[in-house]
């Protein structure tokens, strides 16, 4: 079993940047592959970028392709998305995920376990 805790999302104004953090309790985090997944009021849960299991490869959706990067430290249980040069439209739930087996995937029916989300809010 997995839980997988959010944090970093807040208020920012267009161009900003933010840094989201999740967080996993368990063993064996390496052998997690790890998503960000978003979901804006009124439309369907979208794909944002994910990590192998060691990091060594990674994925993103082509809209935030060159502005958002995912890392991860499995030392501290921790996977990390930096946002850069936000817009309007990157509002929304932000939610980490975690999927059994150490190559990512983009279809959120792949992942087993979910956090809560973190609330990202881009001002124009």
């Known amino acids: 079993q997995v839980q997988l805790v959010e944090s970093g999302g807040g208020l920012v104004q267009a161009g900003g940047s933010l840094r989201l953090s999740c967080a996993a309790s368990?063993?064996?985090?390496?052998?997690?592959?790890m998503g960000w997944f978003r979901q804006a009021p009124g439309k369907e849960r979208e794909f944002v970028t994910a990590?192998?299991?060691?990091?060594?490869?990674?994925h993103y959706a082509d809209s935030v392709k060159g502005r958002f990067t995912i890392s991860r430290i499995n030392a501290k249980n921790t996977v990390y998305l930096q946002m850069n040069s936000l817009k309007p439209e990157d509002t929304a739930v932000y939610c980490c995920?975690?999927?059994?087996?150490?190559?990512?995937?983009?279809?959120?029916?792949?992942?087993?376990?979910w956090g809560q989300g973190t609330q990202v809010t881009v001002s124009s």
């Open positions: 368990g063993r064996f985090f390496s052998s997690y592959a």
């Open positions: 990590i192998s299991g060691s990091g060594g490869s990674t």
């Open positions: 995920a975690a999927r059994s087996g150490s190559y990512y995937a983009i279809d959120l029916r792949e992942y087993n376990y």
